[in-house]
Every structure is written in structure tokens, then in C-alpha cells.
């Protein structure tokens, strides 16, 4: 009876223990499944002014929870989002757009034309980054057509419709940057200040449901990212270019193509006064021309990005390399030192026994001001001073804060980096009208025949026509604000933007990336999926 009573509790036993193997198999294949859905990413930092577009979010690349009424394709043709039709009156001033009839809110709620005008107006009166200045007025005709009158013809104001997302009036209040409302294919479910947000799919999505249902936004430091990568929990980890050489076991390198670029904005006019704030205006040492073209000749840009960025990046030579505005006759032959001496000599700028040129009393000494803890703008920095100084040219680097920078870049260079999907930007650093204002064309630059180009190219109303008198602004076989031409900028590099991924993820073709390391790789995540 006991060997009978034995045997019952060892199958008893192994009863027990296979029910619990089996529940823990089918725990395991549920969580499993649940993962097939859901992505985890470490791409950047969390959004300062938070998730409004009103404020500038979404303005480099997707807003993700909302809606835009055009958007890019990978190869920056202008598509069709909210809109399904647009005109331009003859002498561009007037856009006139309908918008698709069956797009809802994630709360439910009818987006309309008065949706759009209140997104429109908003942003102009929330004197973000966003520059809606040129826009007269924005009403709506009726329930699904806008009409937009400008105070100018504005070719590039088809960028600033593909990159503001459309808001919900009914939703908006002061708390709309912490809890975003959209059309978009994805809704915030959570936000954990300093740590994640989590997101699921918007059902209401007026095109293909995203194949992740759910994504979660960890904001790590570049160490603790890169190790939770390696750690296997997480799928898509933004890295610098120190790590780009690194393996992670089950992802690859997906290495991107960007305008996230590196360059010296150089103080195009003699020193001359002070700003209204005053600071003073010029330096007497960049202002010639033989200068300027010198340093542009002397740098070699392959090396800064073999040495600084190990490998991960392209020679840059514009502030937009590789865009459809872009001019590619502006790039130059590099590392010519010896023809950037000759230039310096011809000009009179005639070496001393220190070993640095002067021409009229004026030493070629100059400053270099780039944003202190800023490593590769710091190393760009250093290498520049080195590669210029065999020409008879001191470059002395200076880190600084950005509050410290803004009180110098009038009359210093400055390491500066920019890089947006507009042409817009080109005219903002290289229009006579935006000299002194703010950032962009600190160093007063102006050439009236680049001025002429830029506005024919604001002022038409053709795309194909714009793109012509772009490109002649940057180089017209005589003149342009290049490096062939007048030489205000010397861009240095376009730094790659790295991310580790899953292996087994596919994101498909991206776009060539703009400033900013991080969220703009989220363009186009409603198409990303599993392989097969």
C-alpha cells in the first residue's frame, strides 16, 4: 500500500511540475507575442518644450501624433497627408487646400478647416521657432478648404505645411505640450518626466494601421542607452561616432546620410560698431576675402572625418549637401595649402619672423569660439587651428556657453552646425535682411546679386524655377555665397547620424537625416515591421 501511496505522489509530483513548465511555455510564447507588437527605442533626449507643434515639435521630422497637411517622401517629393488638393493663385500670395473629409482626432472628434486655422494662427502667435511672419491672414472657406493669403510669395511655405502638425481646437489648452492630441498614427499614453513615454497605435488613423501597436521612448544617457542595448532591452539605440565601431550582439549599424552639419561661420564685414545690444560687429582679420578663401583652400575635410568622426560622416561643403537645392558645383578640391599660401601672399598678407601673416598692422589672429562640453565641435575646433596654422594663420580655440557665444559670434567665428529639409534655412544665413538677427547671419554677410537669386527663388511660384535661382545664389560662375564665391562659411562636415537596431527589424529607406541626432529617424516608423 505505501509503494502504491509512493508512486501516486511522484506522478503527482511530475503532474505539478509539467502543468508549471507548461504554464511557464505559454507565459513565455504570450510574451512573445506581445513583443512582436511593440518596439522599445533610445533615440535621443526627451523634448524640451514637449510635444506641441505650435512650439516647433515635430519641424525636423515627424510630430508622430499628429498630422501634417503635406509631407516627404524619401526622396524629398512633396506627397499628399491631410490635404488632397492644393492651388496657388498666378501671383502666389493665395494657397487655397482642401483637406480629406474622414480624418478624426485619437479622441474621436471630426478634424475640419478650423482645426488648421487655429494651428496656423497659433503657432504665428507663439513666436516659437516656427516662422510664420509671411502669413497675412488664414481662414477657412468651408468645412474642408483653406485658404491662405501671404504677404509675399513664398515658394518654400510648401515646407512649413509639411512640417507643422495640425493641433485640435477643441484639445488645445496651456497643458497640450504634456498631453498631445493628433491625427497621427500614434497617441502618448504615458509620459514619465526624465524617463520614457509610452505610446500606442491611434485607431482612429486615417491611413494604414503602424505594425507596432505600441512604442516606448526611453530617455537615456548615451552610456546607459548604449549598455541597455547591449543588454538586449532595446530594439533602436541612437550611438555618437565613438561607438559607431562597436558590435552588439543580435543588432546592426544602420548608419544614415545627414545635413547635421559642422562648419566656421566667419565675420564677413570689417569691425564696425556694436548690435543694439552692444555687441560689437566684425572682425578685420575674416573680413578679407583672401583670408576666408585661405582657410576654405587649406582644410581637409576627409581627414576631419576619418580623425573626429571616425569615418562617420561626409565632407561638407554647404549647409545643404546632398538636398534638391543644393548646388553640387560648390564643392572644392581640398587640403591645397600651398595655393591658399600664394593667395594669402598676392592679397599682402606677408609672413612675419613669429611665423604669422599681417597685412596694414593687422595680425592673421583670430579666435575660434565653439559651445564648451561640445566634444566634436571642441575636436573640429582644434584640428581647424592645426590644418590653418602651416598657412601663417593663429586660430585660437575658445569654449564658451551659448549665453557667452551670443555676445561674441557678431565679431568671432564660431563653430556653428545647422541643417533643416528647407531651403528657407539657406536664406535665413545668407540674406542682406537677416543680418544681425539672432543666429543665422551673425556674421553680416551680404552680396546683392545673392539677394536678387534668393528672392527670385522665394518669389516664384514654380518649385522647378525655385530650385534654379537657389542654386545660382550658391554659384553662378561668377559669384554665390559658396566657397567659390565669397566664402562667409567654412563647412567642415555632415556628421552620419549611427543607430544600433534589431537585426530583425526593417525600417526601411530613410531620408537623408537633418540637425538633430535622435527623433527624425521616426519619419516614416508607421512603415517599420518585422522581416519575414
Not at 525636423?60 to 517629393?77: C, E, I, M, R, V
Not at 565675420?267 to 556694436?274: K, L
Not at 595680425?363 to 598657412?391: H, N, T, W
Request: hydrophobic share 40%; charged share 25%; glycine share 8%.
Amino acid at each position: 500500500m505505501k509503494k502504491l501511496i509512493g508512486i501516486a505522489l511522484v506522478l503527482f509530483l511530475l503532474l505539478v511540475a509539467c502543468s508549471k513548465q507548461l504554464d511557464e511555455t505559454n507565459a513565455d510564447k504570450q510574451t512573445a507575442e506581445a513583443r512582436k507588437n511593440e518596439l522599445i527605442l533610445a533615440i535621443g533626449s526627451e523634448p524640451e518644450d514637449g510635444f506641441d507643434p505650435t512650439l516647433g515639435w515635430g519641424r525636423y521630422g515627424n510630430p508622430l501624433f499628429q498630422s501634417t497637411l503635406f509631407t516627404y517622401d524619401a526622396d524629398f517629393q512633396i506627397k499628399y497627408d491631410l490635404a488632397e488638393s492644393y492651388e496657388v493663385s498666378r501671383d502666389g500670395l493665395e494657397w487655397t487646400i482642401k483637406i480629406r473629409q474622414d480624418v478624426l482626432f485619437a479622441d474621436g472628434e471630426l478634424l475640419d478647416a478650423k482645426d488648421v486655422v487655429f494651428t496656423f494662427n497659433k503657432t504665428k502667435n507663439s513666436a516659437s521657432v516656427v516662422d510664420l511672419n509671411n502669413m497675412k491672414k488664414i481662414e477657412a472657406k468651408d468645412e474642408f478648404t483653406i485658404q491662405i493669403t501671404l504677404q509675399e510669395p513664398d515658394s518654400t511655405f510648401i515646407y512649413t505645411l509639411a512640417t507643422t502638425g495640425i493641433v485640435p481646437e477643441h484639445a488645445y489648452s496651456n497643458t497640450y505640450k504634456e498631453n498631445p492630441i493628433g491625427s497621427g498614427p500614434y497617441q502618448l499614453v504615458q509620459w514619465e518626466k526624465g524617463q520614457q513615454i509610452i505610446v500606442k497605435a491611434n485607431p482612429n488613423y486615417y491611413r494604414k494601421q503602424p505594425y507596432f501597436q505600441k512604442l516606448t521612448f526611453l530617455f537615456l544617457s548615451e552610456d546607459a542607452a548604449f549598455a541597455a542595448a547591449k543588454a538586449g532591452q532595446v530594439d533602436v539605440v541612437s550611438v555618437p561616432a565613438a561607438s559607431g565601431e562597436s558590435k552588439i550582439e543580435g543588432m546592426r549599424l544602420i548608419q544614415l546620410k545627414s545635413v547635421d552639419n559642422r562648419g566656421v561661420m566667419l565675420p564677413y564685414v570689417v569691425s564696425s560698431g556694436e548690435t543694439e545690444d552692444h555687441f560689437p560687429i566684425g572682425n578685420d582679420v575674416t573680413a578679407d576675402i583672401a583670408i576666408r578663401k585661405a582657410m576654405n583652400m587649406a582644410i581637409d575635410r576627409q581627414l576631419l572625418v576619418d580623425g573626429i568622426l571616425n569615418g562617420f560622416g561626409t565632407p561638407a561643403y554647404s549647409v545643404a549637401d546632398g538636398l534638391p537645392w543644393w548646388n553640387e558645383v560648390t564643392v572644392i578640391e581640398d587640403n591645397r595649402v600651398e595655393e591658399a599660401k600664394f593667395t594669402l601672399e598676392k592679397a599682402g598678407w606677408k609672413l612675419q619672423d613669429n611665423g604669422i601673416r599681417a597685412k596694414d598692422g593687422i595680425e592673421a589672429s583670430i579666435s575660434l569660439v565653439y559651445p564648451a562640453g561640445d566634444q566634436i565641435r571642441q575636436s573640429l575646433s582644434l584640428a581647424f587651428a592645426e590644418m590653418v596654422e602651416p598657412l601663417g594663420v593663429k586660430v585660437t580655440p575658445k569654449g564658451k556657453s551659448w549665453n557667452e557665444i551670443e555676445k561674441v559670434m557678431y565679431s568671432q567665428p564660431v563653430m556653428m552646425g545647422w541643417g533643416s529639409h528647407s531651403p528657407l534655412e539657406m536664406y535665413h544665413l545668407y540674406s542682406s535682411s537677416t543680418k544681425g538677427i539672432g543666429y543665422y547671419n551673425a556674421n553680416y554677410y551680404s552680396n546683392a546679386n545673392v539677394d536678387n537669386y534668393m528672392n527670385k527663388a522665394l518669389r516664384t511660384t514654380s518649385q522647378g524655377e525655385a530650385m534654379k535661382w537657389w542654386k545660382k545664389a550658391q554659384w553662378d560662375g561668377e559669384t554665390g555665397f559658396s566657397a567659390k564665391g565669397d566664402a562667409p562659411w567654412i563647412w567642415l562636415v555632415n556628421v552620419d547620424h549611427l543607430y544600433f537596431v534589431n537585426e530583425k527589424l526593417d525600417i526601411g529607406k530613410q531620408k537623408i537625416q537633418p540637425h538633430g541626432h535622435g527623433w527624425p529617424i521616426t519619419d516614416f516608423i508607421s512603415d517599420w515591421h518585422w522581416k519575414e
